[in-house]
């Protein structure tokens, strides 16, 4: 299968700082690329949809200004969560849309644990 | 704050034994399914797909059925072994494909020795 990776695996900043986390499609190109969040013991919750030059389209009651997407190439997508806070904390997964002739389905990062103290 | 999210129901199973997740779709126009496994601090991974075409699709060790009538999506699992432990979450999707995921809540799967 498609295989997405993720930097960094493990992050643990200070509040007030930003985080960057990057999501990239190795072997395949994606002209869109989600971002999920989930806490512990829950389901995914999808934060965003990054198309690849153009804006990203931000779930309701996500705040677009704190969880900036870029999305400049067709195998990278970035998530940066400005001045982060404690209650941002949580497991970051990214997934990437791969579209072939007989395919249509997203394949998933292994997700950025994301600590702030 | 932490969303409102959905606790994860459990099941458990002895090593062995076949193990069998369902899950209920709601979308009667969704016709792309897919099963992912995710296991504990890592991303989910794809398991295997089916379309609305087909009511059942087997891969290794692993089957999924697909219940149009009533909705019901279920994956089942062979001889489950302890790597098998994990969360299962299942997948619907319609066109255009890939853009509309939704999500089940999940199933944690448990292997008991």
């Given at each position: 299968g498609a295989v997405v990776s993720q930097h960094p695996s493990r992050v643990i900043c200070k509040s007030g700082t930003s985080v960057k986390i990057e999501c990239r499609s190795l072997d395949f190109q994606a002209t869109t690329m989600f971002w999920y969040r989930q806490f512990p013991k829950k389901s995914l919750m999808l934060m965003a949809?990054?198309?690849e030059g153009s804006k990203?389209?931000?779930?309701?009651?996500?705040?677009?200004d704190k969880f900036l997407i870029n999305h400049a190439?067709?195998?990278?997508?970035?998530l940066t969560v400005t001045s982060a806070h404690p209650e941002d904390s949580s497991f970051y997964i990214c997934s990437a849309r791969e579209r072939?002739?007989?395919t249509d389905t997203q394949y998933f990062g292994p997700g950025t644990r994301l600590t702030v103290l | 704050g932490e969303s409102?999210?959905?606790h994860l129901p459990t099941l458990s199973v002895q090593e062995g034994d076949n193990s069998i997740i369902n899950c209920a779709y709601s979308n009667s126009?969704?016709?792309y399914f897919i099963w992912y496994k995710q296991e504990s601090g890592k991303g989910p991974q794809f398991i295997i797909d089916i379309r609305s075409n087909m009511d059942k699709r087997q891969g290794q060790r692993v089957t999924v059925l697909l219940n149009k009538t009533v909705k019901h999506l279920s994956l089942q699992i062979a001889a489950t072994q302890p790597?098998?432990?994990a969360v299962y979450f299942c997948a619907?999707?319609?066109?255009?494909?890939?853009q509309n995921f939704v999500f089940g809540p999940g199933t944690r799967l448990s292997v008991l020795p």
């Open positions: 949809t990054s198309n990203a389209t931000y779930e309701q009651g996500v705040e677009k190439s067709l195998t990278l997508s970035t072939g002739p007989s | 409102v999210g959905l126009a969704s016709d790597g098998d432990s619907e999707t319609y066109p255009p494909y890939g």
